[in-house]
């Protein structure tokens, strides 16, 4: 069955960094475009990161753009999301997904279960 299994979440001070991995398994990893998502307590989710499925596009977030790169490694089925310059506004549970990107929109087709963030000093 498709998993999407996230990791690499966990506490940080604001400007600090963190790498979060999702190990994907049950599906055509290579031929899917991915993406992070992200919800904070009493948030709408927010589309954090998108990637094409040969790596070769990006689209990121205002609220993210310079300070987190989204990249995979089809050989390994595994997507990353590199995050800088962390802020307290970033504290959110981040879930990765498998999807398609059709007419510059991004729809997500498989779900992986959260990893938490928390950025505070």
Known sequence: QVQLVGSGGGFVQPG???RLSCAASGFAFS???MSWYRQAPGKERE???TITS???RSNYANSVKGRFTISR???ENTLYLQMN???SEDTAVYSCTAGV???GVYYPNYWGQGTQVTVSS
């Open 85 to 87: 310059s962390l802020k």
């Open 47 to 49: 589309l954090v990161a």
């Open 73 to 75: 490694d089809n050989a």
């Open 54 to 56: 040969t790596g070769d």
């Open 101 to 103: 990107v059709y007419a």
């Open 16 to 18: 600090g960094s963190l």
């Open 31 to 33: 031929t899917n475009d």
